[in-house]
């Protein structure tokens, strides 16, 4: 295996999955990990994967929506046998390729292994990952206390330094303790809208 593939393989930014065939003819679904659907898997677009352990490219030769899902065909992998060899195959880009977002909002690897400290210097812990549902986007927090979800809102999280890695917050009161106590119950906390997607806004 080229080291060098494999080493960038490891940094860059997991877009989508292929999912199973659709017919004869070598079409696969997608689950598009990206806000960015109709660019980023239009016929053309070269996409990494690592197949067998071995990181290589997959081009696109056709595509269309289907269900709200992408159903695309990659050359060479023209009929259902091969096709179904990409089964479960993560698709991924270089960091450089990504769309360029407005200001006030992150791609979600920016934010995962950011600390997270309040507004007068106390940590919260480390974003382990970013959950996106109907209210908006979510920072898992895992720290000390266990896990927190803190919304990725700008009149909460105050400061984004992603180049630092650190996010501050000003939880409003009782955001941490009503975490706390719906894990206990096994309740989801309730949110405010947030902002956050290509592997994540």
Same mark, same amino acid.
């Given at each position: 295996?080229?080291?060098?593939?494999?080493?960038?393989?490891?940094?860059?930014?997991?877009?989508?999955?292929?999912?199973?065939?659709?017919?004869?003819?070598?079409?696969?679904?997608?689950?598009?990990?990206?806000?960015?659907?109709?660019?980023?898997?239009?016929?053309?677009?070269?996409?990494?994967?690592?197949?067998?352990?071995?990181?290589?490219?997959?081009?696109?030769?056709?595509?269309?929506?289907?269900?709200?899902?992408?159903?695309?065909?990659?050359?060479?992998?023209?009929?259902? @046998?091969? #096709?179904?060899?990409?089964?479960? &195959?993560?698709?991924?880009?270089?960091?450089?390729? *990504?769309? +360029? %977002? =407005?200001?006030?909002?992150?791609?979600?690897?920016?934010?995962?292994?950011?600390?997270?400290?309040?507004?007068?210097?106390?940590?919260?812990?480390?974003?382990?990952?970013?959950? @996106?549902? #109907?209210?908006?986007?979510?920072? &898992?927090?895992?720290?000390?206390?266990?896990?927190? *979800?803190? +919304? %990725? =809102?700008?009149?909460?999280?105050?400061?984004?330094?992603?180049?630092?890695?650190?996010?501050?917050?000003?939880?409003?009161?009782?955001?941490?303790?009503?975490?706390e106590l719906a894990r206990g119950r096994g309740?989801?906390?309730?949110?405010?809208?947030?902002?956050?997607?290509?592997?994540?806004?």
């Amino acid at each position: 295996m080229d080291e060098s593939n494999d080493s960038a393989w490891d940094g860059m930014v997991l877009v989508g999955i292929v999912g199973r065939t659709h017919g004869l003819r070598g079409h696969v679904a997608l689950s598009a990990l990206t806000d960015f659907v109709e660019e980023r898997f239009k016929v053309g677009s070269v996409l990494w994967s690592r197949i067998a352990g071995v990181v290589t490219t997959l081009r696109i030769d056709s595509m269309r929506v289907q269900g709200g899902r992408p159903v695309v065909t990659f050359a060479g992998y023209e009929d259902v @046998d091969r #096709a179904q060899e990409l089964a479960g &195959v993560e698709l991924r880009i270089p960091e450089g390729e *990504l769309q +360029p %977002l =407005a200001d006030g909002s992150y791609y979600h690897h920016q934010l995962v292994g950011c600390a997270v400290v309040t507004t007068d210097g106390a940590p919260l812990g480390t974003v382990s990952k970013v959950e @996106d549902g #109907a209210g908006g986007a979510l920072l &898992v927090v895992t720290g000390e206390r266990g896990e927190i *979800l803190i +919304p %990725l =809102a700008e009149e909460i999280c105050t400061a984004v330094d992603v180049a630092q890695r650190q996010i501050r917050v000003a939880p409003p009161p009782g955001l941490i303790e009503l975490n706390e106590l719906a894990r206990g119950r096994g309740d989801e906390p309730v949110s405010p809208k947030l902002r956050s997607r290509e592997g994540g806004k």
